[in-house]
């Protein structure tokens, strides 16, 4: 009998204010990384979530958040550690996945079986095992800044850097009809951005690769992008500068989210550094998508 695949996981709460500085720290220590507000209640303090695939080094987070607590002058926070039998939650909740409407694009699952609003763009999405429904506030962002780009002009060439379940990618396929590279660190993603592809009637535009970052060489192999659409988180986004910028064509534009407002300036700093200046900002709730170039 084969042994039972588990994941683990970390929670612990810190006040909001450190939430980012602290999420900062344990992303070498996790496989996945997230930090939730709680809703309706502002000073109240923020969750974070660390899950991975492989037994968790308890010494290791520990100790990183002791060293971020003294240097913050706060009190150590307290870790709950666990394990349990992944599960597709998206696809269990499914149900309660209700069509979203963001500018001239309609989100909406397999199960909704709805007449598409008029001069709607339809995005059928089933997430699955990836991230990324559209019921997020920074993919509602992108989808605005996609949108509002649109309205700019043509685009030619598109990637969709960390796409999770493709919606951005099939977001610019559709309204501009252009070639689309997509990528993603996690497998599972790689293949529902394909089969979401398929089942958009756009898999001819669109190629979906499992790659680090600009590991696989055929991103670059691809041209030169006029619009980059990274919804990533505010770390990764700040290291991957250059890279990204080293494949912008001439007058192309980067979407850049998952980032709060706080950090904001913390994304652009390193932007800035590599030439490209904001042209404009969509913040929905305590997030923010930006469009740079």
């Not at 951005?193 to 979906?208: F, P, Q, W």
């Not at 912008?248 to 950090?263: F, Y």
């Amino acid at each position: 009998m084969s042994e039972t695949v588990r994941c683990y996981n970390f929670t612990f709460e810190i006040d909001g204010a450190y939430a980012s500085v602290f999420s900062d720290v344990l992303y070498d220590h996790c496989d996945a990384l997230s930090h939730f507000e709680r809703p309706g209640d502002p000073d109240a303090p923020w969750r974070i979530e660390g899950f991975s695939g492989t037994e968790i080094d308890k010494v290791a987070v520990e100790t990183a958040l002791s060293l971020m607590a003294g240097a913050m002058g706060v009190s150590v926070p307290v870790v709950h550690y666990g394990s349990y039998e992944p599960k597709d939650w998206v696809s269990e909740n499914l149900r309660s996945f209700k069509p979203i409407s963001v500018g001239r694009f309609y989100v909406h699952g397999s199960h909704w079986d709805g007449d598409l609003p008029l001069a709607k763009i339809g995005l059928q999405v089933d997430a699955g095992l990836a991230f990324g429904s559209g019921e997020h506030q920074t993919t509602k962002g992108c989808l605005a800044a996609i949108d509002w780009l649109a309205k700019q002009g043509k685009r030619r060439n598109a990637l969709d850097m960390g796409c999770g379940s493709g919606i951005l990618g099939m977001g610019c396929a559709k309204i501009w009809r252009c070639p689309v590279m997509m990528a993603d660190i996690d497998p599972a993603s790689v293949r529902v951005a394909r089969e979401n592809a398929k089942i958009n009637g756009i898999s001819d535009l669109v190629t979906a690769l499992h790659s680090n970052g600009f590991a696989d060489t055929r991103i670059r192999h691809a041209g030169f992008y006029d619009i980059i659409c990274a919804n990533i988180l505010a770390r990764p986004l700040r290291h991957m500068a250059r890279d990204l910028t080293s494949t912008l064509a001439d007058g192309g534009v980067v979407v850049l989210s998952g980032l709060l407002s706080h950090q904001e300036q913390f994304v652009l700093s390193a932007y800035r550094d590599v030439g490209l200046n904001l042209i404009k900002r969509f913040p929905v709730e305590n997030w923010t998508t930006l469009v740079v170039g």
